[in-house]
């Protein structure tokens, strides 16, 4: 990869170029991690008492090296760096948000819903991202910004996605670490009257392509979790609203969320 071909990333973004270039970084990434899924990895426990693979580390440092070829003056917040050093406390105008392993806890018991997050904010808002899901051989990414987003099987052509009207019967994507009653409660406060439960950021991307129509959270998240997810969304004619009804934004204290909701149409 030519670190002079993608040197200017106002340019790169606006062209498409840099969404298409994150989301190969993705699927490398996630090629990357495969041979640990399902293979007894060890797991080891974070301070904040989260678990950690070595298929995290080793997926964080491919992206980092990839990012820095090509966009070296674009600061990185990567999920296992500030779990060793910390938190930056201030970043510029544009900087990565990087989650190599989302989901680690379903990954180390053999689901199938963990995924790849690469976004790229500006100012306070996500303007490209890509999720990609290994075990699931599939991405999804926003398009040059306007152009809408896009999902691919590992290998085959981008396809469009978009959002769907909601349905009569509205299914609502919730954590798998919240109780039944909580589900079913939050479901409701979002018009849904079903729910499922899923680990991970390809909530936001299974509403994104349609097929479910809310995301509510109440629990702490980082935003690493939610950037690259909320990219794709938006891109398909999502919304990722914070408590008091706003644009989920970015650079926070701590690089930490409060409750959100994702929502379709």
């Known amino acids: 990869m030519s670190t002079d071909a993608y040197s200017d990333p106002e340019s790169d973004l ?12 993705a699927e490398e990434a996630a090629r990357l991690i495969l041979p640990w899924w399902r293979a007894g990895t060890a797991v080891e426990t974070k301070a904040d008492s989260s678990p950690v693979t070595e298929a995290d580390r080793a997926a964080e440092a491919l992206i980092l ?5 090509c966009w070296a003056q674009i600061e990185a917040v990567a999920e296992e760096a ?15 948000l990087i989650d190599p392993l989302d989901g680690t806890k379903g990954f180390v018991q053999g689901r199938e819903s963990y995924s790849v997050n690469i976004a790229l904010i500006r100012g306070d808002a996500p303007v490209a991202g890509v999720v990609s899901a290994p075990a699931l051989g599939v991405t999804w990414r926003s398009a040059a910004p306007g152009q809408g987003a896009l999902r ?10 978009r959002v769907r009207e909601r349905p009569a019967d509205a299914i609502a994507l919730v954590s798998h670490s919240i109780s039944e009653d909580d589900a079913a409660r939050l479901a409701a406060r ?8 899923m680990d991970s950021s390809l909530k936001f991307c ?12 109440t629990g702490p998240t980082c935003e690493w979790d939610t950037a690259a997810g909320q990219a794709v969304l938006e891109a398909a004619g999502g919304r990722v609203l914070d408590g008091e009804g706003r644009p989920l934004a970015y650079r926070k204290p ?10 379709g149409a």
């Open 14 to 25: 606006a062209s498409g170029r840099l969404a298409e270039v994150i989301a190969d970084i």
């Open 65 to 69: 090296s990839r990012l820095a070829g």
């Open 82 to 96: 500030v779990s060793v050093d910390g938190a930056p406390a201030s970043v510029g105008e544009w900087f990565w």
């Open 152 to 161: 691919r099987a590992f290998g085959e052509p981008w396809r469009p996605i």
């Open 190 to 197: 979002n018009g849904c009257t079903r729910w499922q439960g």
């Open 206 to 217: 299974l509403i994104a392509e349609g097929r479910f129509d809310a995301y509510p959270r």
């Open 254 to 263: 701590g690089f930490l969320n409060g409750p959100f909701s994702a929502i």
